[in-house]
C-alpha cells in the first residue's frame, strides 16, 4: 500500500491558503505515517483571529476533532477529513460545501 500524502500547515488562514500550499509542495506536502489514512483541515475562528491545521490523521482523529468542533460554542470550528492525497487544501468553505450536500441528502432520505 502506498502511503497518503497531505499538506502539513499550521497557521493563520493567509499562512495555509491554498496557493501557498499548492505553490510550495516541497515544502508542504508530505508523506503521512502508515497509521495516518487520512487527510486533515482544522478551521478555527473566534472574533477576528483564525487558526487552520492541515496534517495527517487516522478517522479516530477525524471523530474526536468533529465531537469538538460540535461542543464548541464561543467559537466557530470546521474540521474536513478526506483520504485522497493532497485533498486537505481547499478552504474550509469547501467542507461546508461537501457538509451541507451530504446533509440536505440525508434530510430528503428522512422525509421519503
Do not use: W
Amino acid at each position: 500500500m502506498v502511503a497518503l500524502k497531505c499538506y502539513k500547515c499550521s497557521g493563520t488562514e493567509d499562512d495555509c491558503k491554498k496557493s501557498t500550499l499548492e505553490g510550495n509542495k516541497d515544502k508542504y506536502l508530505i508523506t503521512c505515517p502508515d497509521e495516518e489514512d487520512k487527510c486533515l483541515r482544522l478551521f478555527l475562528k473566534k472574533d477576528r483571529s483564525t487558526a487552520v491545521v492541515n496534517a495527517c490523521t487516522n478517522q479516530a482523529g477525524c471523530v474526536l476533532l468533529e465531537a469538538f468542533c460540535d461542543n464548541v460554542d464561543d467559537l466557530t470550528c470546521k474540521v474536513g477529513c478526506c483520504g485522497k492525497d493532497a485533498c486537505n487544501v481547499g478552504s474550509h468553505v469547501s467542507f461546508n460545501v461537501i457538509l451541507l450536500t451530504v446533509s440536505s441528502a440525508l434530510g430528503l432520505a428522512l422525509l421519503m
